[in-house]
Structure formats: C-alpha cells, structure tokens
C-alpha cells in the first residue's frame, strides 16, 4: 500500500513542475508540451489511485482521457499552425 | 511468492517514479525547446511505461491486466507520435535549434 502512494506523490510532482513550465515557456510550443505531458501523467495518475482504493474501474476513464488526450493534441498543433481546422471546401 | 511479487512491483515503480521526476526537472531546467522536448519524451516512454509494468504485477483478477495491457500499448503507440508531430510543428513555423559552433580541428 506503501508503494502506490510512493508512485501517487511521484507523479504529483511531476504534474507540479510541468506547470510551471506551461506558465513560464515563452513560445506556444513549450506550453503545448507541458499540456501533453499533464495529460499523460493524468492517466498514470488515475491508474494509482484506482489501484490504491481497490476500485478498479477506473481503469476505463484512463483509457478513454489517453485517446482524447492525443487527438486534442493533434488538433490544436494543426490549428496553431494553419489557423482553421480542416481543409475549406471553396 | 507474495513477497516477491510485492519486491518486483516496489522495483519498478521506483525507477517509473525516478524518471518522471527527472524529466520533471528536465523541462524545467534545459535552456531551449528541443532539448525540453527531450525530457517530455523520457517521461512519456520510460516512467509511463515502468509505472504501469510495476503495477501489472499487482492485479488480482485477468481483465484488469487485459485492461493496463491496452492502456501501455496505446500509449506506446501516441506518445512518439504527438512528439514527433510537435517537433515537426515547430520546425514549420521557424523555431531554430541552438547548434554547437565550435570549430573542431
């Protein structure tokens, strides 16, 4: 039981320090990589404590946060790049 | 058997612990985007994926494993690709590396 919140505390300090970066980076680059790098320590962080409570059905919200992490990640990079979201029919 | 199960799981997630720490740090502390995208990428591979090796030694019933098994494969499969979609991104939009111009003799 130890070691979960060992992990939990971990990852917790982690989300901390991407934060900072996310406030501080001077381009929009930095602070898209510290968003997806939240993201991802998010579903590691929901996997611990679902292992931590017993309750392992949170497994599933997990999962799902992972698929729509990536995909609002790869919407917002062709967004900043092009500046609307799909090709325009003319 | 119950302690060696517990022994292995405190193994790796320790060192998943120790590398999300240290990418942690790393992107706060590199001076430059492509090196801080450096540090994302060893949290997102080698603590994502010791964490959850650690905790699939501690399931009790087949489908949570069945479960943490598809988590790890898609995050296998998404995070290269996220970063190597960022790294492109930025390239495009003329943001430069820093590249080491000593002369070598």
């Known amino acids: ?90 | 058997m119950e302690l060696a199960l517990d022994i292995v799981s405190w193994i790796f997630l320790i060192l998943g612990a120790f590398f999300s720490i240290v990418g942690g740090i790393g992107i706060v502390r590199f001076p430059e985007f492509f090196s801080r995208l450096h540090g994302g990428g060893i949290t997102d591979t080698m603590g994502a994926g010791m964490l959850i090796i650690g905790l699939l030694f501690q399931v009790k019933h087949p489908l949570v494993g069945v479960k943490l098994m598809m988590i790890l494969f898609f995050l296998i499969m998404t995070s290269p690709a996220s970063c190597h979609a960022l790294a492109k991104s930025a390239i495009s939009q003329n943001v430069k590396p820093t590249l080491d111009d000593r002369k070598r003799k």
């Open chain 1, 1 to 90: 039981m130890l070691m979960f919140y060992v992990a939990a505390t971990s990852v917790l300090i982690t989300i901390i320090l991407a934060m900072i970066r996310a406030m501080l980076g001077p381009t929009v680059f930095d602070r898209v990589l510290a968003l997806n790098m939240i993201g991802t320590k998010t579903v590691l962080l929901i996997c611990v404590i679902g292992f931590l409570t017993g309750r392992t059905d949170f497994l599933d919200l997990a999962l799902l946060y992972s698929l729509m992490n990536f995909i609002g990640m790869v919407a917002l990079l062709r967004f900043s790049e092009f500046g609307s979201f799909g090709q325009e029919k003319s």
